[in-house]
């Protein structure tokens, strides 16, 4: 009996030491799994923590214009930068333990694990902040083992490579908020319009409910289920003892004030000079499209957001009862090449065609100061007259004629100055200067002007009958308003990366090329046409919208058939507007040939309503003198119209215009009384008229 206990005993010792055994060895290997899995995640290397950033587009006072997110808005911002209750609500809800354990709560497992056995599925989880990063990083939502494993190999990773200030910094700028917004700032901006570093305890707990259910949790969708979640993130707040209850309880009886979406404005501030800033980012500074998307670059540009809406809003208000008229605008600073506002087209949502860089269209006579300016440096002056009347040109040895008109039939039959036939848009004047010149001149200039378009050598090229963009026009108007040099229209000043390192800064290309003598008189010249006192057998082009002028100006009106334009400047800015149908229908120019010029002297006056009055910069070598503008000889005391007009020095007229004083000769030698009266009471009624 002895010996079978014995025997007994001796086999369950054997048992006990076997089990024991195969525990420890359980344990070893256990033991050896974790450290080859850890060792495994740690040579595996840390993983990427990149994702896809919205790229921003800023305006030139750097605020922001546009965004490109696909529907995804996404910033990164710095941990230190988001406000403490976002990343204490954050903490207490989503994760308690997160500076406590290495990407697992075991005990928040376990109990998932036993409510899915028992309810036969996968509906409870229990992911750390690392595991939902991981997640959001590299895999997707659905609700799978092998997910999960995977899922917890990234999450080791994390863990094995970065601090937990990184990964909850990374969590926080890609967790999902609902509409598009990932990340607390997108949130932030989205829901309050504030930048995440402002957010209250009422803001920042409302938030850190919604990414259990984006669409489930949205205020938007549903106020209440939103406020129900967020009063659960202040009690969970007020457990992990980072509130207190007094504070919570207040917080979630304060009103919160939510952006209103009725109107989404994104991306609406100058779309067709985005697109253009675009196509450079990708045709000339080969960023990849896929970059240019999603890689979180913050592009500075030249656009001012004041002028932007300025220009739309002038274009809205004179087109608003025509349905099918189109536009361009373009206006830039002359001095350095920016492009501080571009409209394509009427709407950009019905058509992305843009109108100012793409379309080439007839620029009438707003290309006659290229003429005029060829002219001035091949000996003729403001002064010169030539004949204004009906006339038929033969060209081309004899084999071609051409009968140019002006509006309206309108002829002086008489001399004129070039600065009257600047004024009044003389097309005969304007052929008969080409032709004398020599028709390879004006071609030479408008190259040097930066007209690139093709451009036939013909008489009517005089008159801007050769397609031409409105970009290309408005650019050479910029060399006559700073001076003479060629600048080069520029979108973009730098571009940033998503790390703050700067890519690329282009600073302004400034050639001089034209003679700023020449330049300074063809300014001169140009403002006639907005002095009535200049008017005679036809009235100045700008007499319409010369009382909309408010400050020192220079500009030339064009038109065609089927074309209107107007372009002019001013010492800080250049600008031009063309008007007509897509498809190249007749203007009513009766009813439909103002508007060009009423858009560009509206926002020409209330874009710089603040900004100083500036004189154009007066260079060494001009002469100003008063001249009778009717035929260019120096005015007397007796001319009824004086006009102060510049000269390069030495092309001043030097002669008195004889025809008033011949008058005032003559009545002086009468001696008759009766005659003596009339003209005292001639000059009394003279100058009562004044």
Same mark, same amino acid.
């Given at each position: ?7 007994? +005993? ?77 990343? +204490? ?35 409870? #989880? ?49 967790? /999902? ?17 504030? @930048? ?11 938030? +850190?409910?919604?990414?259990? #259910? ?147 269209? @007839? ?24 004949? @204004? ?10 084999? #071609?004629?051409?009968?140019?008109? =002006? ?5 002086? =039959? ?8 600047? +004024? ?28 690139? @378009? ?20 408005? =650019? ?58 200049? =008017? ?31 372009? #002019? ?56 003198? /008063? ?64």
């Amino acid at each position: 009996m002895e010996i079978m206990t014995r025997q007994r +005993a001796q086999k369950g010792w054997k048992w006990f030491r076997l089990l024991f055994r195969l525990t420890l060895l359980g344990i070893v290997l256990c033991m050896g799994a974790v450290v080859a899995l850890l060792s495994y995640t740690k040579l595996q290397g840390p993983p990427p923590l990149q994702v896809p950033q919205t790229t921003i587009i800023y305006g030139t006072d750097d605020d922001i214009i546009g965004e490109t997110h696909y529907g995804q808005h996404r910033y990164w911002i710095p941990l230190e930068e988001m406000a403490p209750d976002v990343i +204490a609500a954050t903490l207490a809800i989503e994760d308690r333990k997160f500076y406590n354990h290495y990407g697992f709560d075991f005990v928040r497992i376990g109990g998932a694990i036993l409510a899915n056995i028992r309810q036969g599925s996968m509906a409870q #989880g229990a992911s750390t902040i690392t595991q939902q990063y991981a997640r959001n990083l590299y895999l997707g939502h659905d609700k799978t083992w092998r997910r999960k494993w995977n899922e917890a190999l990234f999450a080791l990773r994390l863990e094995m490579n970065y601090t937990k200030e990184q990964i909850l910094e990374g969590y926080l700028n890609t967790i /999902y908020y609902g509409h598009g917004a990932y990340g607390i700032e997108a949130a932030s901006n989205h829901y309050f319009n504030k @930048s995440a570093s402002d957010l209250t305890l009422e803001e920042a707990s409302l938030l +850190a409910g919604i990414p259990k #259910g984006p669409t489930y949790y949205s205020p938007f969708r549903n106020f209440d289920r939103s406020k129900q979640r967020q009063r659960v993130v202040l009690q969970s707040m007020i457990d992990s003892g980072v509130v207190q209850a007094s504070v919570a309880r207040a917080a979630g009886e304060k009103e919160l004030q939510f952006v209103s979406h009725t109107e989404d404005t994104s991306g609406l501030i100058g779309p067709y000079f985005q697109d253009i800033v675009r196509q450079i980012l990708v045709s000339d500074f080969d960023i990849d499209p896929l970059v240019l998307e999603k890689g979180g670059l913050h592009i500075y540009t030249t656009l001012d957001r004041d002028m932007q809406l300025e220009a739309e809003k002038w274009i809205e208000r004179e087109l608003e009862n025509e349905t099918e008229l189109q536009t361009a605008f373009v206006a830039m600073n002359p001095r350095n090449g920016d492009v501080l506002a571009l409209v394509g087209g009427r709407d950009y949502g019905e058509s992305t065609f843009n109108r100012a860089t793409q379309a080439r269209r @007839s620029p009438g006579s707003t290309f006659k100061p290229f003429l005029y300016y060829a002219a001035l440096e091949h000996g003729f002056t403001p002064a010169s007259t030539l004949l @204004s009347e009906p006339t038929t040109f033969t060209y081309d040895d004899g084999r #071609g004629n051409y009968s140019p008109s =002006n509006f309206n039939e309108n002829y002086a =039959n008489d001399f004129i100055t070039l600065l009257q036939a600047m +004024a009044y848009s003389d097309n005969v004047y304007a052929v008969k200067t080409h032709l004398f010149l020599g028709t390879e001149h004006l071609i030479d200039t408008a190259r040097r002007f930066g007209i690139e @378009s093709d451009l036939v050598d013909v008489p009517s090229l005089a008159l801007g009958t050769a397609p031409v963009r409105v970009m290309e026009m408005v =650019n050479g108007y910029a060399m006559l308003a700073n001076g003479g040099k060629r600048v080069e229209p520029r979108f973009i000043r730098k571009i940033v990366d998503q790390n703050g390192e700067v890519l690329y800064h282009q600073a302004p290309i400034v050639e001089q090329v034209l003679d700023p003598k020449i330049t300074f008189v063809m300014t001169d010249i140009m403002k006639g046409m907005f002095e009535p006192k200049l =008017n005679a057998h036809a009235s100045v082009t700008g007499r319409s919208i010369a009382h909309l002028i408010h400050r020192p100006v220079a500009g030339k009106s064009g038109s065609t058939s089927t074309d209107s334009w107007m372009i #002019g400047y001013t010492p800080q800015i250049v600008s031009g507007v063309w008007i007509g149908y897509d498809q190249g229908k007749t203007l009513n120019h009766s009813t439909q040939g103002n508007y060009a010029k009423r858009i560009w002297a509206q926002f020409m006056e209330n874009s710089l309503k603040d900004e100083l009055k500036l004189p154009f910069h007066q260079p060494n070598g001009v002469t100003g003198v /008063y001249i009778n503008p009717h035929n260019g000889l120096l005015a007397t005391d007796a001319c009824p119209v004086q006009r102060f007009t510049y000269f390069v020095t030495g092309t001043e007229p030097t002669e008195y215009c004889p025809e008033h004083i011949d008058e005032t000769i003559q009545e002086e030698s009468i001696d008759e009384p009766t005659h003596e009266k009339e003209k005292f009471l001639d000059r009394f009624f003279k100058w009562l008229g004044q």
